[in-house]
């Protein structure tokens, strides 16, 4: 279950995602290897209120299965719930998880 955690703008933020491989039961965190390019194997698509894109990055691999995304948001807003979409590519195969709602950033 996904529970938007509310920040002050100007607060730096840190998103962590985990990668399962959902053809294994139970599924089990994994590493997607971007067809050879392991470092942008997960891209994080961040949102602002507007729908209109903050960041377009590669995650970060923490350990095996999570990734992390860290965002510095400007004290000057925008305020409101922000999104985001993630992006993995394994063996020539790209996988989407559409746009979520992550976080609301609350004016100081």
């Known amino acids: 279950m996904l529970v938007l955690r509310n920040y002050v703008a100007g607060d730096s933020i840190l998103l962590e995602l985990e990668v399962k491989d959902m053809r294994l039961l139970p599924p089990q965190l994994y590493d997607p290897n ?8 997960v891209r994080v698509i961040l949102y602002k209120p507007d729908h209109t894109i903050a960041v377009d990055a590669p ?8 990734y992390q995304l860290q965002y510095q948001s ?18 020539g195969f790209v996988g989407v998880k559409p746009r979520l709602d992550v976080f609301t950033l609350l004016e100081p």
């Open 34 to 41: 971007g067809s050879g390019v392991a470092l942008n194997a």
């Open 59 to 66: 995650a970060t691999k923490i350990r095996t299965g999570v």
């Open 74 to 91: 400007s004290s000057l807003g925008p305020y409101g719930i922000w999104g985001a979409s993630i992006t993995t590519s394994h063996e």
